[in-house]
């Protein structure tokens, strides 16, 4: 039986480990921690092998199903579930509905289910076609169906509360198929979170959501350009105290390290890895430091000046398939952009002087911006390598903090402005 371990919690900053989880209980998630982000079940850009050339690779993987859902029927006769059909079926598979690295259009759910996007266009996908596709993919968690479609500014009041009463509407139609299920013996449902911006129907949200017998809670509605900051953070507080302490939190698209940080304070446990992939795609490299081990200085040199709060530079889309220009615009100040003729084409420095990863111990800066410049996809492959690899020790880095008390520090290096 799943078992939430608490080592310590710091001025509400969870840090602890989640055992015996999965659907054959043998699993550990550490936390505050990040899934594996993927499409269409695989890493971006990389195959199982490249992948185990990273270390730390989080346990838990996040599946979506924008790119998975219209395939489901092959997985269904496939008959071994979607980690055996991806290759993936070493790593604890989440499946989430959306996609945290796309903006999900607004306006397109209905009442009795909601729409995700797929490469073949929209997906109507009502209660029973979501736990068709549950069944056929047999996830270790799944979150539940929900209305998370109250991020843009003029949502009105009414619409707010329908995206609560739906998704609970969803979760008791959810369970009871469930509960029922052969297929899904073991696996585990999160209950969604909604309820925008406003408190009130947050905490209607989260004292409904706890009285089913969910196992964790998923954090829904909170992105970057949905809500202020200060907003943000005061809603998690409160919804968040309302939450049994034992079960985990997850939240979605919300994965910037400034972002992630305060969130961790606020008692969030998961996050998804979105943002190293966006970097990723805009043709930066990972470089704001997280350990005094790492050369902050060369950080410094290279980061991207920025805007300080998150609000302006996002509010432009943060669809994925922009234009090259749409993406650069997008860059923020924990990364250096390695498209810069100027800074780059000679450079042959590392991306990361001191970094460990495969890409940093066996190319240069130079060679990076040549693979760019001529539209090659080994840039992708190296530059995935190298975001993966950072982001994935600064959740270790995290950790490590809480656990000696020096999370204000890190907090510190993390968002200190360049000069
Ligand atoms: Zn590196």
């Known amino acids: 039986m799943m078992k939430v371990l608490l080592s310590n ?12 989880v999965g659907r054959h209980g043998n699993k550990v998630l550490e936390f505050p921690g990040c899934l594996l982000y993927t499409r269409c079940g695989s890493a971006p850009h990389l195959t199982y092998d490249v992948l185990q050339k990273l270390d730390t690779v989080p346990e838990g993987v996040q599946i979506t199903l924008p790119t998975l859902a219209e395939q489901h029927h092959v997985v269904k ?27 999900e259009a607004t306006g397109y759910n209905f009442n009795k289910g909601v729409s995700v996007w797929g490469p073949g266009g929209r997906i109507k996908l009502e209660v029973a076609d979501f736990m068709a596709i549950q069944k056929a993919f047999r996830p270790d968690w799944y979150q ?5 479609d109250t991020a843009s500014a003029d949502t009105s009041t009414k619409r707010v509360r329908k995206s609560v009463d739906r998704t609970l509407n969803f979760l008791d139609q959810c369970l009871e198929i469930h509960q029922k299920s052969q297929e899904l013996k073991g696996s585990e449902i999160l209950g969604v979170i909604e309820g925008g911006d406003l408190l009130e ?21 909170f992105q970057s350009f949905a809500m202020e900051r200060e ?8 919804v968040l105290e309302v939450l049994p302490e034992d079960k985990p939190r997850i939240i979605h698209a919300v994965s910037r390290p400034d972002e992630v940080l305060e969130a961790v304070e606020c008692g969030v446990d998961f996050f998804d890895s979105s943002f190293p992939y966006q970097v990723t795609e805009r043709g930066c490299a990972l470089v704001f430091p997280f350990s005094k081990r790492s050369h902050s200085d060369v950080c410094d040199e290279t980061m991207i000046q920025g805007p300080d709060d998150s609000s302006q530079e996002t509010t432009e889309n943060q669809h994925c398939r922009g234009s090259i220009e749409d993406k650069r ?41 040549h693979l760019l410049q001529t539209g090659e996809l080994l840039a992708r492959v190296l530059l995935m390598m190298h975001n993966f690899h950072h982001y994935f020790g600064f959740f270790a ?3 490590e903090s809480l656990h000696q008390g020096t999370f204000q520090e890190l907090k510190t290096m993390v968002t200190q402005r360049t000069k």
């Open 9 to 20: 919690v710091v001025n509400g900053c969870r840090v602890g480990s989640i055992t015996e």
């Open 144 to 148: 539940c169906l929900c209305d998370g």
């Open 231 to 238: 907003t943000r953070k005061n809603l998690l507080k409160a």
């Open 329 to 369: 615009s997008q860059r923020t100040k924990f990364e250096m952009d390695l498209n810069d003729k100027e800074k780059y084409a000679c450079d042959f420095r590392p991306v990361l002087p001191g970094c460990s990863c495969y890409c940093c111990q066996n190319h240069s800066r130079a060679y990076i911006h």
């Open 201 to 221: 129907e947050r905490l209607r949200s989260a004292r409904e959501t706890c009285k089913r017998p969910v196992a964790g809670f998923v954090l829904d509605g």
């Open 397 to 399: 880095a995290i950790r």
């Open 77 to 103: 006769d496939f008959q071994q579930g979607i980690g055996k059909f991806t290759g993936m079926e070493d790593f604890f598979l989440y499946c989430s509905v959306q996609d945290p690295a796309v903006r």
